[in-house]
C-alpha cells in the first residue's frame, strides 16, 4: 500500500495551548457537552472534490496543486486518489466523506463505460470501508460540469439531457444504497436560466419537480432509506436559479408536494451569496423542520463568487452551532467540508492544515452555543422581547382569538405605547464575552 501523507501521523486533541500544527487544539472528539461527545454532535465530512480532485486552478490562473498522487491518470489515478483518500480520513480520524460520481472514477466515452468505471472504484471502495471508520454521508451525480449540461439537466431544454441525468441519479442512488450512504444530495448546479427570453420557466420548473418525485420513486423501490437533501444556491453559475434559497427551496417542495421527502443541505458561502448570513439560512431551514445536513465553508466579502474557503470565523461558527443545537443537532447529516485550500497553499500537508483548522473553529462555536443555551442567553431575551404574546390582546392573536373588529377596539383604548430598546450592542458584547471566556477554558 502507497503511504501518500508519510511525515504525517494520527492528528490528536493537545489543547489550546499547543504548538504543534498537526494537533487539535480545540476538537476534542471525546469531550462531552449536552450528553454527547463532540464527535457525535459535529459529525464531520471530507470533501472528496475539494480536497482530492481540485487543481487550484481559478478563472484566471491554471493550476498549482502539488499533489503525490497526479503522477497517475484514468483509472490509475482515481485508485491512487481513493488509497490517498482513507489514508487522510484514518489520520484525520473523520467520521465521514462525500463524493460527486465524477470524483471518483473518470468518465468514459459513453455512460456505460461510465457506469463501469464507477463499478470498479466503488467496489474497491467498499473494501476500504470494512476496515474504516469513516463512513459516506453523502454522495450525488454532477450534472452541471460536462458541456452536455450546457442548458441544465433536469431542466434542460432537451429531453435527451433530462434522460441522461435521471440515468445518472439512478445510478448514483444505487450506489448510495451499496455504500450505505447517510443521505442522498442534489445540488442543481444548472438548473436555472440565463434568460426569460428563450426559457419556458414553468416547463423547467414542472420538470424539476416530476424528476425528484422520480428519484423518490426509485430509491424506495431499491430500498434506499437515506434522507434526501436539497442544496440551495443562487446565481453562479445560472443568472436565476431554482434553488436561490432555503425559502425559494421550500417554496418549490411545497408547490410540488415533496416537501415531506426532502430537507437542505445549507452552505455557508451559498448563503451569503443569496444576501443571507449562514445562520439566517440555517434557522429558516430549522423552524420549518428541515435543516438536514451542512456544507462547512466561509466565503470571502470583498470577492463576488464562491471561494469555499475553509471556516475559520469563530463568531460564524458560534451561531451555526446555536441553530443546529437548537435543531436537536442534525441526525442524518453532518458537517461536510465543501471547502479548498486557497490557491497558494499547494503542498499535501496543507490539507491537514485547513482541516484542522475548521474542525477546531466548529469545536468552538459548539462550546460557546452549548453554554449559550445552557445560561439561557439568547433565549432569555427572545422571550422577554415577545412578552408582550403571552397574555391579553397579544395572547389572543397567537391563538387566533381575534379579529379586526377587537383589534381597532384594543387600539382606540390604548394610552401610549412604551417599547424597550433592542440592546443588540449589549447582546454582541455578551457573546464576544463568552467567545473570550472559552478560550480561557471557562
Known amino acids: ?200 420557466m414553468k416547463l423547467e420548473m414542472d420538470n424539476l419537480g416530476r424528476f425528484f418525485q422520480m428519484a423518490v420513486d426509485y430509491a424506495k423501490e431499491i430500498g434506499f432509506d437515506a434522507q434526501f437533501l436539497i442544496e440551495p444556491k443562487p446565481k453562479e453559475p445560472t443568472t436565476h436559479q431554482y434553488d436561490f434559497d432555503v425559502a425559494t427551496g421550500y417554496a418549490f417542495l411545497q408547490n410540488y408536494g415533496l416537501q415531506d421527502d426532502f430537507k437542505f443541505n445549507i452552505e455557508a458561502n451559498h448563503a451569503t451569496l443569496a444576501g443571507h448570513t449562514f445562520e439566517h439560512e440555517l434557522h429558516y431551514a430549522r423552524i420549518h423542520n428541515m435543516l438536514g445536513s451542512v456544507d462547512a465553508n466561509q466565503g470571502d466579502p470583498l470577492i463576488g463568487w464562491d471561494t469555499d474557503e475553509f471556516p475559520t470565523d469563530l463568531y460564524s461558527t458560534t451561531l451555526a452551532m446555536y441553530e443546529i443545537l437548537k435543531n436537536g443537532g442534525l441526525g442524518r447529516g453532518g458537517l461536510n467540508f465543501d471547502a479548498k485550500v486557497r490557491r497558494g497553499s499547494f503542498e499535501a500537508e496543507d490539507l491537514f492544515h485547513a482541516h484542522i483548522a475548521g474542525m477546531d473553529a466548529f469545536a468552538v462555536g459548539l462550546r460557546v452555543a452549548q453554554k449559550l443555551l445552557d445560561d439561557n442567553v439568547l433565549e432569555g431575551i427572545v422571550e422577554e422581547r415577545y412578552q408582550s404574546y403571552t397574555d391579553g390582546i397579544g395572547l389572543e392573536i397567537v391563538q387566533g382569538k381575534t379579529d379586526f373588529h377587537k383589534l381597532e377596539k384594543h387600539a382606540l383604548e390604548m394610552n401610549e405605547v412604551t417599547h424597550s430598546s433592542g440592546r443588540l450592542e449589549r447582546i454582541k458584547a455578551t457573546i464576544n464575552q463568552y467567545l473570550l471566556r472559552a478560550y480561557a477554558g471557562e
Open 1 to 200: 500500500m502507497t503511504t501518500y501523507f508519510k511525515e504525517i501521523n494520527h492528528i490528536k486533541f493537545e489543547g489550546a495551548t499547543s504548538t504543534n500544527p498537526y494537533a487539535f487544539k480545540f476538537y476534542n472528539p471525546e469531550e462531552k457537552l449536552g450528553g454527547k461527545t463532540m464527535e457525535e454532535i459535529l459529525r464531520f465530512g471530507v470533501a472528496y472534490w475539494h480536497t482530492f480532485t481540485m487543481d487550484g486552478s481559478d478563472p484566471f490562473g491554471a493550476g498549482t496543486m502539488q499533489r503525490p498522487w497526479d503522477k497517475y491518470t484514468g483509472m490509475d489515478l482515481a485508485k491512487a486518489r481513493l488509497e490517498a483518500a482513507f489514508e487522510l480520513f484514518e489520520k484525520m480520524n473523520v467520521p465521514f466523506f462525500c463524493f460527486h460520481d465524477v470524483d471518483i472514477a473518470p468518465e468514459g466515452s459513453s455512460l456505460r463505460e461510465t457506469n463501469k468505471n464507477l463499478d470498479t472504484i466503488v467496489s474497491l471502495m467498499k473494501d476500504y470501508m470494512k476496515d474504516s471508520n469513516t463512513k459516506l454521508l453523502w454522495n450525488t451525480a454532477n450534472n452541471f460540469t460536462h458541456p452536455r449540461f450546457i442548458h441544465g439537466a433536469a431542466s434542460s431544454n432537451s429531453a435527451d439531457i433530462f434522460a441522461y441525468s435521471a440515468a445518472k441519479v439512478k445510478k448514483g442512488l444505487e450506489i448510495g444504497k451499496d455504500l450505505g450512504a447517510e443521505n442522498y444530495v442534489f445540488w442543481g448546479g444548472r438548473e436555472g436560466y440565463e434568460t426569460l427570453l428563450n426559457t419556458d
